[in-house]
């Protein structure tokens, strides 16, 4: 080689003592990553700049300048990826070590929701009445007049069926007949659609939310849940009746419970009864809640009117049956010690939060 090419070999080896004792004293991946294009650069880089100075060069040493050049380039490319890998190592067990997190500690609790008081009675009702034999089944909200009132035995000029007590929302029918289309006053239309689509025997109960249009107070709510229940076979009595309503209260008051039956009027039974059970608060012995009688009313309740049975096709002369109606707040109110049904629908956490870890 030249005396001129002794010199390109021995800038060559120069340089190569330069990159890799200023790798050694790197510490951190920034500095490495300008020391890689200070050296090692595809445009600027000091290697690469004495393989662009090779046209200086004769033919004949040009080839070894150029192999001595990559052998150079590789060996410290080499040390640049030692290198990486050791201060990139270090980079990431710094930041793991400032983002540790101790896994060993018991992690923060996750708040959970709860059922409404409202759907949790209603579980528990459709529970008791499953052990009964009843299936639980629901229905339209928006409801048909035939349905809420006229298959009900209930006419035209009850005042059940004034705009002043229900939630009239629009009306279709042909000239002849107008069928209007109400809120729900009831879940009893369920009756009536029930039968339509099914032979006795029948054992049902409806859950669900309807509509009175009537003033808000702690006792009334425009809005409210109801419980309906239907029995229809052949050969069922008052008696069973009785029977199936003091079993569901025992359930769900205490065994102890009582049960009393009096005499009311509903239009689509015959004969009608309300029934009451014993306070829950005070045992019968008489309280505020049940203003010193002893006794709560639940709900109504009696026989199927044979009008109502003639009015889906059912042969009141073969078959007879009993329908009763809950509200759902009101046994929830009794059975927690609530005392105002504009409670339910405040959305009152501190309210609901009652109601947290209570399951069906």
């Given at each position: 080689m030249t005396t001129g090419g002794s010199i390109e070999v021995g800038q060559i080896e120069a340089l190569e003592r330069e990159a890799t004792d200023r790798l050694a004293q790197i510490a951190d991946e920034a500095a490495l990553e300008g020391w890689f294009r200070e050296f090692l650069g595809r445009k600027d880089g000091k290697l690469s700049?004495?393989?662009r100075g090779m046209?200086?060069?004769?033919?004949?040493?040009?080839p070894r300048f150029g192999a001595a050049v990559n052998a150079t380039k590789?060996?410290?490319t080499a040390a640049y990826e030692a290198r990486k890998a050791t201060v990139g190592g270090a980079a990431l067990t710094a930041r793991l070590a400032a983002d540790a997190v101790d896994i060993t500690q018991p992690g923060r609790p996750v708040p959970m929701g709860t059922l409404h008081p409202t759907t949790l009675v209603t579980r528990e009702l459709s529970a008791i009445f499953a052990l009964l034999g009843f299936q639980t089944i629901e229905g339209p909200e928006v409801e048909e007049t035939r349905y809420n009132f006229d298959l009900l035995n209930i006419p035209t000029n009850h005042p059940a069926r004034d705009k002043w007590d229900t939630f009239y929302v629009g009306s279709r029918g042909t000239d002849d007949t107008v069928n209007e289309i109400v809120l729900r006053t009831h879940t009893s239309p369920m009756q009536a659609r029930t039968m339509q689509r099914q032979d006795p025997p029948v054992r049902v109960i409806v859950p669900g939310r309807c509509y009175r249009y009537e003033a808000t107070d702690a006792s009334h709510e425009a809005i409210f849940?109801?419980?309906e229940g239907l029995a229809v076979d052949k050969k069922i009595t008052m008696s069973d009746l009785k029977g199936t309503l003091t079993e569901m209260t025992r359930q769900l008051f205490g065994s102890s419970t009582k049960v009393r039956f009096r005499c009311d009027f509903f239009p689509f039974v015959e004969p009608g009864v309300d029934f009451s059970a014993t306070c829950a608060v005070c045992g019968g012995k008489g309280c505020r809640v049940?203003?010193?009688t002893g006794w709560l009313e639940l709900g109504g309740a009696g026989?199927?009117?044979?009008?109502?049975?003639r009015n889906v096709g059912y042969d009141p002369a073969i078959y007879s049956g009993f329908a009763f109606g809950l509200g759902i707040e009101r046994i929830v109110m009794i059975k927690y010690g609530i005392d105002d049904i504009r409670n339910f629908y405040a959305n009152d956490l501190r309210f609901l939060e009652e109601f947290a870890g209570t399951r069906i």
């Open positions: 700049g004495l393989l046209g200086a060069l004769s033919p004949e040493e040009r590789d060996r410290v849940f109801q419980l049940c203003k010193g026989m199927v009117h044979p009008n109502v049975l």
